[in-house]
């Protein structure tokens, strides 16, 4: 699952979530509801975000590491490396 990571641009630049929502026009709820880990806006929304945080759209997202899967029997995460 790709995860959002609005909030982590959001610290990083210094915003706080209520500034943000205001300056799209939306409640701090809607905007909380709509990046959280269940949240799913769609593109438009990803687009409004990205012009209003002055950032590409694909620095929304967390960027998978390439050194770690997914066990397909357990879930758990395994760190791959080289002996």
Do not use: W, Y
């Not at 909030?7 to 799209?24: C, H, M, N, P, Y």
């Not at 990046?35 to 759209?57: F, M, T």
Request: net charge positive; glycine share 8%.
């Amino acid at each position: 699952m790709i995860k959002l990571r609005v909030k982590e641009v959001l610290r990083e630049k210094g915003i706080t979530q209520k500034d943000f929502a205001s300056k799209l026009g939306m409640s701090e709820v809607g905007l909380s509801k709509s990046i959280n880990e269940n949240g799913n806006p769609d593109l438009k929304r990803l687009n409004e975000i990205s012009d209003a945080l002055g950032v590409p759209v694909t620095e929304l997202f967390e960027h998978p590491s390439t050194d770690i899967i997914n066990c397909p029997n357990c879930g758990a995460k395994l760190r791959i490396t080289k002996d």
